[in-house]
Nanobody, 115 residues
Framework: QAQLVESGGGLVQAGGSLRLSCAAS????????MGWYRQVPGKQRELVAS???????NYADFVQGRFTISRDNAKNTVYLQMNSLKPEDTAGYYC?????????WGQGTQVTVSS
């Protein structure tokens, strides 16, 4: 079975930084693009950032300039470097393909930013 495992979340003060990692199976990582998504309690899941296998990136307006998505094709891993974190960034963060595949959603990793 394909697998996506997120890690790196935690509790951080506003203005701080975290780096999230998504370890993917090769069969998933071979997809053209990967994305980081987040879901705020009580709200819909939203796309945060995406990256193609060749390294082309795209960001949601609410994180552009603060977050950086990257990937290591040799390690089948996608990263999300999050700087200048804000309380409104508090959410569960998930990785998946772009577009996402329903069967690939994992447990995610929780990011909580205190004011």
């Amino acid at each position: 079975q394909a697998q996506l495992v997120e890690s790196g979340g935690g509790l951080v003060q506003a203005g701080g930084s975290l780096r999230l990692s998504c370890a993917a199976s090769r069969s998933i990582f071979s997809i053209n693009a990967m994305g980081w998504y987040r879901q705020v309690p009580g709200k819909q899941r939203e796309l945060v950032a995406s990256i193609t296998r060749g390294g082309t990136t795209n960001y949601a307006d609410f994180v552009q300039g603060r977050f950086t998505i990257s990937r290591d094709n040799a390690k089948n891993t996608v990263y999300l470097q999050m700087n200048s974190l804000k309380p409104e960034d508090t959410a569960g963060y998930y990785c998946n393909t772009l577009p996402p595949r329903p069967g690939y959603w994992g447990q995610g990793t929780q990011v909580t930013v205190s004011s």
